[in-house]
């Protein structure tokens, strides 16, 4: 079962929902109006198809190996990060000033899914130019934009990002790395940092690690957390390796899964290090970065959900096993069918299909959120991007993630017992995904910066402002659509009531809800993302394309019908309150 | 982070809640209303503690290993075993009659529960004597039962279920292994057989095979399988070990989790086996093993979702991880705080203990019903306790699962980036109770078989029957627990619908309805079983322990409040019918 790449779908999406044809103005999309659009999906179609996918499930098997201080990366990934570099897919978001490809996210962020579908570990080396540039966008750094930034564009080397220490993860403020000034201007590091992807590996010749560190005597927590750039091989000259750092690779980590990615343990050990901007600014310039990775979570859940979708729905279009319903009952046995017959297994594909569609839609809405904000010379329409992406990427992280998670639990239930073999190759899905919940701040610290700091802000302006949007288009359904319109009312009910609630409740109170609002704004999200595409389908599919439309529209039904109602049993347990088991002592848990 | 029995909230379900001293004219009981009742589970759990949860780590690394036709279980499994049959727990649900110890399903379940919570891969190995005794129940075969049942309940054999061949599954009426009759009464076997648990390893000199197969000219479908006996050493006499006979085993799987039991691919090449019971009947044979092992399946998920529950409430009360809520609003950073005192973590762990707590009662109720089903000699109470282990067997073995997986997933979730580590040791409890949901028919066919099958038989007497009881109870709860009834009875109307509904429903209907009306039982159930829980700690926890009920209705009010109002989404998935995407042609998927 080959990974495919839903290029048509994307295109559709970005051509009808989106309209990327509008956004001709801004810098980078003067390409995406024309057929090159097709021509870059189905190039990056193929390179993730034909070259990455194959190594999917083989690189799971062989794992990273670690062998005194190196790191070997499973068979074929040497080979396929070169066409990676060649081909310039890793530089698909770099701007063109700096040698990228200069795409729009919106476009960058359909080839990240397609590389993410075909391998997720692969896909973990491949975005470092892009990292990098966000990262080494401070002043009076040319010197190291020079030596470090530019091989990092080019691939040839890469990066990593090294934040998360033994005693502490989401808690950065903890971090004790420390940096002690040189009187050459640069700074010696010592300190050990754990679950650093990419910390060591041999597909690059180069590992530049940018570094939160605390410079000796500065203030306790996150104001006095500082970003350094701390290569593994100092620069002799633009590109050529000069002298061996104290950078040193303890060993890497025994995933669940994820395991053709190197997750390391890194001491730093008197390594020299350059400071990236003003000292004490490191947690916000990481946060540039995080808040892109974060988003990412969310096109890699669409990516993996989407290929743990193909494998299912290939497999019960196959598979004879069982009867129809009810044949039972008459005493005589039915032929077998296919599973594709079984009414609850239609039921599992329909509600994979009703999420990863518009998920999908909002993974690339955010991401054309993103190039609003960053290349639009509209005040209004920046701040306006600038509330979207800051009310909705912990929807994208952890939304996302969770929603993606169960869906490659339930196509792996769709292959039975072979579901829990490890050579059908569906429960990496699983294993894969499951990381994502975890990773760049576990989904419930997402939860709570989402309602603690994020929605309340300018008294709740951009929350209100996205529902007075996701209600227009709503009330803009067709009438004989008038389900979409019906759903989506309710739920928006239930929204502004938590919304409201939350607003109104103690600290405790709105901590314990927090998880049950984010989820519940993920599913309008989603479900205003189904209005989207439905009113795209109603204007663009012609008669032949008719089927296509009521295969939306029946998948957005079951999305307004069986998975939006879930507002309500939402808010019935944030209203429910959280005092009795707050205030319980230690011994009851 | 030791594994710990909970024998302490057993005894208070058996003796409280449960009120097993109140069955003293049943067979094995006699012995339940003394001390003795405490000394059998807490040897119990020090063997579960001491002697089997030591090796789940290890056993998982380690795996089973095939070699040239044999397997080799992980280290330290043998003597392990050999205690297991020594102290006689491989046989306690065996009646004394047949040489087994003869205790109540009841107490033998919360033995299995720790068993499995130690290691639900060693537990795979536990119960032949057992499940033997149940298949070898026919006329006939007495000379069989001395060969073969007396080493089975002694432990010194172990058996197998070998049902699924490479095409089938769940669709057992497809099986092909043939059956051809031998002028000596016995039978020459040929097939091959996939997923048998145990199929070969080293724990016992010999392995007993029940099989399903097919006499050659037996009638198509489900109507022509018989049971039969294919040992892999004919027994020469009693307990002594004959001539090899032709079972080979062909290689194990690689799964996801539960890697230290051994999944056999089995090939039967004239291999000499002896039927049980009549001819074309061994399906039915089967199914009262496969009642006891679906029921079965809830115990393993209570299992493992308390042994992951114990890693991670150890976890949050030592990690100093996070600032109190709303302490970054002034500016200030507050002190880190234990992981427990995050609103979002105790609500993670509320929910986890308000699942667990009534899954056990129900897990070790369900047993009692077996208990007087089997043994009470009153027709009324036997009637009574059928009905309700026909209702509630797909609750125990697919919403249990269901709930576990996901407490599981839940569990790992608190240790953020540390439980994506297989060394945390609390990611293979996701990877083994996965399987649960999976195994002895996927649970979307155990939701076929409550709707389609079970849930209407008799004008649905069995279901009218318990709801009434639950109705009962939940009306009884005292005054200042009004909350219990309230809640119970609004769910109570909401699945009582959706019985009305799916009784007039289409049968596609129904099946697409099928999974969220089990799911909405089981919800249903757990509350049950807190109301029981709550009204018996009302009465016998004396004051000092008042902290302990205390506890116990903040869970139960978590529970009412935040998981069993989802009653109301269910109910309106189920009612918005499937016809929209039962009709799609199969290239919408």
New interface residues.
């Given amino acids: 079962m080959a990974y495919r790449a839903p290029v048509e779908e994307v295109l559709f999406l970005l051509q009808h929902v989106l309209n990327v044809q509008h956004y001709g103005n801004l810098e980078g999309f003067d390409d995406v109006s024309s057929d090159s659009l097709e021509q870059i999906l189905s190039a990056a179609a193929r390179f993730a198809e034909d070259v990455v996918a194959p190594l999917n499930q083989p690189g799971d098997g062989e794992a990273c190996r670690f062998l005194a201080g190196s790191v070997k990366t499973p068979r074929g990934f040497k080979e396929a990060y070169r066409q990676l570099v060649d081909d310039g897919w890793n530089s698909a978001a770099v701007s063109a000033k700096l040698g990228g490809k200069g795409m729009p996210y919106v476009v960058a962020a359909a080839i990240e899914e397609f590389i993410n579908g075909a391998n997720q570990s692969f896909a973990m080396y491949a975005d470092w130019g892009f990292y990098a540039s966000l990262l080494m966008d401070a002043e009076g750094i040319e010197q190291l934009r020079r030596d470090y930034l530019d091989p990092l564009i080019a691939g040839t080397w890469s990066g990593t990002m090294a934040l ?1 220490e033994p ?5 950065v ?2 971090i004790r790395t420390a940096a002690t000034p040189q009187p050459d201007g640069s700074y010696r590091l010592n300190g050990t940092k ?2 650093i992807s990419g910390g060591e590996h041999d597909l690059t010749e180069n590992i530049v690690h940018f570094v939160l560190a605390r410079i000796d005597g500065a203030p ?4 006095g957390i500082s970003l350094f750039l701390v290569p593994k091989f100092e620069a002799a000259r633009a590109g050529m390796l000069g002298k061996r750092n104290g950078v040193q690779c303890l060993g890497i ?5 994820l395991r053709a990615s190197a997750t390391c343990r890194l001491h730093f050990e008197d390594a020299k290090g350059w400071l990236i901007g003003a000292p004490n600014r490191g947690l916000k310039q990481m946060f540039v970065l995080m808040n892109h990775t974060r988003r990412a979570c969310g096109v890699i859940a669409v990516a993996g959900s989407e290929a743990a979708y193909q494998r299912a ?1 290939t497999y ?2 196959e598979r ?4 129809r ?2 044949a ?2 008459n005493g005589e ?1 039915s032929k ?1 069918a296919l599973l ?1 017959d ?9 509600r994979l ?1 009703a999420f990863i569609e518009p998920a999908r839609a909002l993974v690339l809405w955010m991401a054309l959120q993103s190039d609003i904000y960053e290349r639009s010379r509209e005040e209004s329409a920046k701040e306006r991007a600038r509330e979207r992406i800051e009310l909705l990427t912990p929807i994208l992280k952890a939304v996302l993630s969770d929603m993606g ?1 169960e869906a490659a ?1 339930q196509a ?2 769709l292959f ?8 059908t190759g569906v ?1 990496q899905y ?2 894969d995904l ?2 994502l ?3 760049e701040g ?4 997402q ?2 910066d989402l309602v ?2 994020k929605l309340f802000r300018d008294d709740g302006r951009g929350f209100r402002s996205f529902v007075n949007d996701v209600s227009q288009a709503a009330q803009d359904m067709p009438e004989d659509l008038e389900f979409l319109n019906e759903a989506m009312s309710r739920s928006l009910i239930d929204l502004i009531a938590a919304f409201d609630w939350l607003h109104g409740a103690s ?6 809800g ?2 049950d609002f984010m989820t519940m704004l993920g599913l309008v999200s989603l479900g205003y993302m189904w209005t989207l595409i439905i009113a795209a389908a109603g204007k663009v599919l012609s008669a032949e394309e008719g ?1 296509h439309r009521a ?1 939306k529209i ?1 998948r957005a ?2 999305f307004m ?2 998975l939006l ?2 507002t ?2 939402y808010l ?2 944030i209203t ?1 309150g ?1 005092q ?3 205030n ?3 011994d ?2």
């Fill in positions: 998360t005693h502490c993860g989401t808690d403020g903890m754990i679950f306790a927590g996150t104001q980590e025994h995933k669940m899964g729905s019960v279009k004879v096993q069982g009867r319903a009810r039972c009952d046995e077998a594709l079984q009414p609850d297994v239609r039921r599992i594909l329909m299909r998670f639990v792996q239930q039975g017992g072979h579901g829990y073999i490890v050579s429960e699983v294993r499951r990381v919940m975890i990773a576990a989904n419930g610290v939860a709570m603690m700091r600290a405790a109170d709105a901590s314990a927090a998880y089927m295969y029946a039904r079951f019908e069986r109602p879930d309500g049993a019935r347990r429910s959280a009795d088991f707050l319980l002592p230690a009851a848990f």
